[in-house]
């Protein structure tokens, strides 16, 4: 069985680019959600979706968004890139109302 | 507003010892609290839950207390293993998402177990 996948693992981009981290959902699993951990913080819920939807969104502004593919994969993107969008972008896959698996994220360097 | 807090951003002990972590919660709100323990380049992988409607939930050599009142929860792990070295975070949810949904967490402590 695959885990969560996700890539790419490492991206720098400049202040004002546009960028988009691809997430491969474990088998059998139909929701996604997309957190960024900034340094030293805790990961912070973006948005989730279910079954191609978004299910919920976290306090990001509009510049970040995402898609939900019928195999159940997921993109984020992030318009307009400012310097505080540097961090680690994880997605987590799960069944609806069940638990969340992590994959390892994409460290995204903003300059 | 950090609604989960880990005052301790790190935690030292010894091989064979209890580790404890601590996390607390503000938001009434939360039903379901999770440990997740990260190493580094992975994502955080899931440790132990517990449901607000239980005070303690064990799973061998872990086990989490929830204090409603106090709005505290902690991780006990014993005994403690040097594979047990990493950063564990707490986390919560709220509402009817369970375990599912929209994760709030805290900054995470730093657990090194020394051999």
């Known amino acids: 069985e695959t885990g969560v996948t996700q890539s790419p693992t490492h991206l720098i981009k400049t202040r004002g680019q546009q960028v988009t981290l691809r997430c491969s959902s474990q088998?059998?699993?139909?929701?996604v959600s997309w957190y960024q951990q900034a340094l030293g913080q805790g990961p912070q819920f973006i948005f989730q979706?279910?079954?191609?939807?978004?299910?919920g969104r976290g306090n990001f502004p509009p510049r970040f968004s995402g898609l939900q593919f019928p195999n159940y994969s997921s993109e984020l993107n992030v318009n307009a890139l400012e310097l505080d969008d540097s961090a680690l972008y994880l997605c987590?896959?799960?069944?609806?109302?069940?638990?969340?698996?992590f994959g390892p994220g994409t460290r995204l360097t903003v300059l | 507003d950090q609604q989960v807090k880990q005052n301790s951003p790190s935690l030292s002990v010894q091989e064979g010892r209890i580790s404890i972590l601590n996390c607390d919660y503000t938001n009434s709100m939360f039903d379901y609290f999770l440990w997740y323990k990260k190493y580094p380049a992975e994502g955080p992988t899931f440790l132990i839950s517990i449901s607000s409607i239980k005070d303690k939930n064990e799973d061998g050599r872990f086990t989490v207390f929830l204090n409603k009142s106090a709005k505290h929860l902690s991780l006990h792990i014993v005994p403690s293993q040097p594979g047990d070295s990493a950063v564990y975070f707490c986390a919560a949810s709220g509402g009817s998402g369970g375990s599912n949904y929209k994760l709030t967490f805290g900054k995470g402590t730093l657990l090194t177990v020394n051999p």
């Open positions: 979706y279910y079954r191609e939807e978004e299910n």
């Open positions: 987590a896959s799960s069944v609806f109302l069940g638990e969340q698996f």
């Open positions: 088998s059998g699993h139909n929701t």
